[in-house]
């Protein structure tokens, strides 16, 4: 990154005509009030002529103000071009000041570059906003939105990970010795790990902890960067939600914190939303399986009560939705120690049913179980209409 500077200073630049220049160069240019020179200036940037712009800044006249620099410097930026970059490099060689704030929404030019859409020189770009060697921008102050740099890469509208140049800026901002990575977006509380992990970017959350990020930090919700992973347990998880779950508990996330108006801690949201992998994965970090929510209901009752949500989930296979609920089951039933009865392949609620334990059938009733659930084809009643014994029939 050091060497930023200098490749700016052999980069291609645009070539002022001999036309502008005689226009510049004539008496009356040079005799133009000081508003016309300024002007100009404002316009060379946006047009990314830096040769203009060199010219402009090199008459003899009087210094640009400030208000001038700081316009000319956001369009130079704004126009997202390799040109337009060689005109920001102009300007911090003319000795702007990069950390100049817009009096209307307090954005910095390293807030207007973090905004653009990819080009080629994006990258570049915020290098040579940053780097102490060229633009020494500051990485930790924020608009008038609360929106600092680090947040303003995670707040377009997208849900998805981060694009190759977005991962690319984080990396050039984390790379500052005086980055802040836990500032936090007023009114959510929001720190940079909060978002990445809504995103699940794996590679984003993975770069904020090599950090330091805090991975306990809490929203103003009193959620945990786990527990916004948590909350997005859907049944099945993708290979960048289960890296992401990995990656907080394996830098020390604290397990049983709880959240939300249920309390809840991100075993009682894998347990409810029938999310098998993530529930083998906080059991062996040591997640209790004996704290119970705010309607006293702990890992075990949420997954008999909301069996449903696992196996109708009608876009995959039933073998694998009741094989998933199965070993979920079987989990927790090693967990807790309950001394449930379980057979490969089965879930408590067939072997009570099938083989007609009453005893557990009403283990199965306590724990919430809803007879008019979706189970394997139709709902628990319904499955147990199939059979004769006395404990089926105590359900129909």
């Known amino acids: ?36 020179i300024e002007n100009h200036i404002v316009t060379a940037c946006k047009a990314g002529k830096s040769q203009e712009l060199k010219y402009l800044l090199g008459l003899d006249r009087p ?26 490099r102009t300007l911090i060689d003319a000795g702007i000041n990069v950390d100049a704030v817009s009096y209307t929404s307090g954005k910095t030019a390293l807030h207007w570059a973090l905004e653009n859409d990819d080009f080629h020189g994006y990258t570049n770009l915020i290098m040579l906003l940053v780097d102490p060697a060229c633009g020494g921008a500051n990485p930790n102050r924020h608009d008038y939105n609360g929106d600092y740099p680090l947040t303003k890469i995670f707040s377009d509208s997208g849900s998805a990970p981060l694009g190759q140049h977005r991962l690319s800026a984080l990396a050039i901002l984390l790379k500052q010795a005086n980055i802040d990575v836990n500032v936090a977006v ?32 809490k929203n103003s919700a009193g959620a945990t960067p786990l527990q916004v992973a948590a909350n997005q347990f859907r049944g099945e998880m993708g290979s960048n939600h289960a890296e992401v779950l990995d990656l907080l508990l394996r830098h020390g996330a604290m397990v049983d914190e709880r959240a939300g108006a249920l309390g809840r801690t991100a075993l009682h949201l894998a347990a409810a939303s029938g999310t098998a992998h993530a529930v083998e994965v906080l059991l062996k970090h040591n997640a209790s399986v004996t704290l119970k929510d705010t309607n006293g209901l702990d890992a075990m009752s949420l997954a008999v009560q909301h069996a449903s949500k696992l196996t109708a989930n009608e876009n995959r296979p039933e073998d694998d939705r009741l094989s998933d609920h199965v070993d979920m089951m079987q989990q927790l039933n090693d967990a807790t120690e309950c001394g449930w009865p379980m057979k490969e392949g089965k879930c408590p609620v067939q072997i009570a049913i099938e083989d007609g334990d009453g005893n557990l059938l009403k283990k199965l009733l306590h ?30």
């Open 1 to 36: 990154m050091h060497d930023i500077c200098d490749m700016f200073s052999t980069a291609p630049s645009s070539k002022m005509t001999a036309q502008t220049r005689r226009s510049y160069d004539s008496l009356l240019f040079k005799m133009a009030p000081q508003v016309q």
């Open 186 to 217: 007023p009114g959510s509380d929001n720190t940079p790990l909060h978002l990445a992990v809504r995103r699940q970017d794996s590679r984003a959350v993975a770069m904020l902890l090599y950090k330091g990020a805090d991975v306990n930090a």
């Open 63 to 88: 210094p640009a103000s400030n208000r001038s620099k700081r316009i000319a410097l956001m369009r130079a930026v704004q126009g997202a071009s390799l040109r337009h970059n060689n005109c920001v």
């Open 367 to 396: 724990y919430k179980l809803d007879l008019g659930s979706r189970y394997l084809g139709g709902t628990v009643r319904e499955y147990a209409a199939r059979f004769e014994n006395d404990a089926a029939k105590s359900l129909q």
